[in-house]
């Protein structure tokens, strides 16, 4: 729910808050990698407290870097008097129990735990949730309201690609496609589908949280994902214990669709209807796409103007692709932020481009651009090529090149990218 999120939100940001005194001018540590110790770690930042490092359990992630601090094993904790650790929600207990065994005193380990309901509060938060519910209802009359929990853009070009398939298998006559995000409701309609509506994110976790209690059958509606916010959240984890591609788990787990006989591809602009900036030149102009939420870590800023500086030697035009005031443009390059239904036959134009893995990279695989994607750092082997464009069969792997960030090799990673640009 996101009354719930911003619940914990909060009260992660106020127990930091109120441990500050204690904080300060002491080695403090966060107890895994994760959405709510990130949470813990910019309230610190906001406090002028820094973060000495990350605890995790994950081996992969160790020995790499989560927003700008080392992660480290748990056994590489130097225990003092001043060492503090912060353990935001997961298993609690364990995390807990690990950390006595190193020789920390309780005293010196902060846990957050989310608060707990009331009775009342339940009952009045499922009446609210009801009639969410019920205005949905009589809005769309006997359309089957299919829920789409996501705000990610991969996830939304691979719904796109599958629900025209999984409403004939399904035998569904008359739907609405429900969404929180304008850019999911834009992917989508790429594929032609004309009944998307955008919902808050609010009303989607009542919806859900009446779907839980009566059930989809009873109110012909579907939530068509399983992760997020939602339940089954353990099900991401399988990218590390199968040899399937992201793209067969959600054609299978969230679609029921067992081959690509039904999959379509999206449907972009003519070129000739798109008014191309007169700096584009084809063939020799770069797109560059350094950011993505879910890039933890952002390459340097330094290392992409270098390899800016390289581009313009071999005369080409670079554009930086930005999508709010919060992405920078690199310097040298011009910005850049092309609309979905554009960006393939610009692409297919411009000849060139080369951006940190995100969901951008589904929407733009069937571009005959020449592709050069960077994973990030702490992905290990198996992760890479879960989430590999190459591995899901999205575009010509021929002209596509897949390579994982090490910020320690980040000089030889700029030369092999050099040549691949001809």
Not at 120 to 136: H, Q, T
Not at 260 to 276: G, T
Request: with cysteine; aromatic share 10%.
């Amino acid at each position: 729910m996101v009354d719930d999120y911003f619940r914990w939100v909060s009260k992660i940001q106020r127990t930091v808050a109120d441990n500050k005194n204690i904080l300060r001018n002491s080695d403090v540590y966060l107890f895994g990698a994760s959405d709510s110790t990130k949470v813990a770690a910019l309230e610190l930042k906001n406090l002028n407290i820094r973060v000495s490092g990350v605890i995790d359990n994950n081996k992969n992630k160790c020995g790499t870097v989560w927003m700008g601090t080392p992660i480290i094993p748990p056994k590489s904790l130097k225990v003092s008097n001043h060492t503090f650790v912060i353990i935001c929600g997961g298993d609690v207990y364990a995390k807990k129990k690990q950390l006595l065994s190193l020789g920390m005193a309780e005293s010196n380990i902060i846990v957050v735990l989310p608060s707990a309901k009331s009775h009342l509060e339940i009952i009045w938060d499922f009446i609210k949730a009801y009639a969410v519910y019920w205005g949905l209802k009589k809005k769309y009359r006997e359309r089957k309201m299919i829920i789409l929990p996501i705000n990610a853009t991969g996830d939304a070009y691979l719904t796109g690609r599958y629900i025209k398939g999984y409403i004939t298998q399904n035998n569904i006559q008359t739907y609405v496609l429900l969404t929180s995000s304008k850019s999911v409701k834009k992917i989508l309609e790429l594929y032609g589908e004309t009944y998307v509506d955008v919902i808050s994110l609010g009303d989607m976790d009542k919806l859900k949280e009446v779907v839980d209690k009566v059930g989809e059958s009873k109110l012909n509606v579907v939530f068509l994902m399983f992760w997020g916010l939602y339940a089954h959240q353990n099900l991401i984890k399988i990218e590390e214990f199968t040899t399937i591609s992201f793209l067969e788990m959600f054609r299978g787990a969230v679609m029921g669709m067992n081959d690509e006989k039904n999959a379509r591809l999206p449907v972009f602009k003519p070129l000739n209807e798109i008014a191309l900036n007169e700096k584009i030149v084809k063939g020799k102009t770069v797109l560059l796409a350094p950011y993505a939420s879910t890039f933890d870590d952002e390459i340097d800023v330094e290392w992409w103007e270098e390899l800016v500086l390289y581009l313009k030697t071999k005369n080409y035009i670079v554009f930086s692709n930005t999508s709010s005031e919060s992405e920078s443009v690199i310097r040298g390059t011009v910005g850049a932020s092309w609309k979905y239904e554009e960006l393939v036959p610009i692409l297919d134009f411009c000849g060139y481009f080369i951006g940190v893995r995100s969901g951008l990279c589904e929407v733009i695989s069937s571009s005959s651009c020449r592709k050069i994607i960077i994973y990030q750092e702490y992905m290990s082997k198996r992760k890479m090529e879960y989430f590999s464009l190459k591995n899901m069969g999205l575009g010509d792997s021929s002209i596509l090149t897949e390579i994982k960030w090490e910020d320690k090799k980040k000089e030889q990673i700029l030369n092999d990218i050099r040549e691949k640009i001809e």
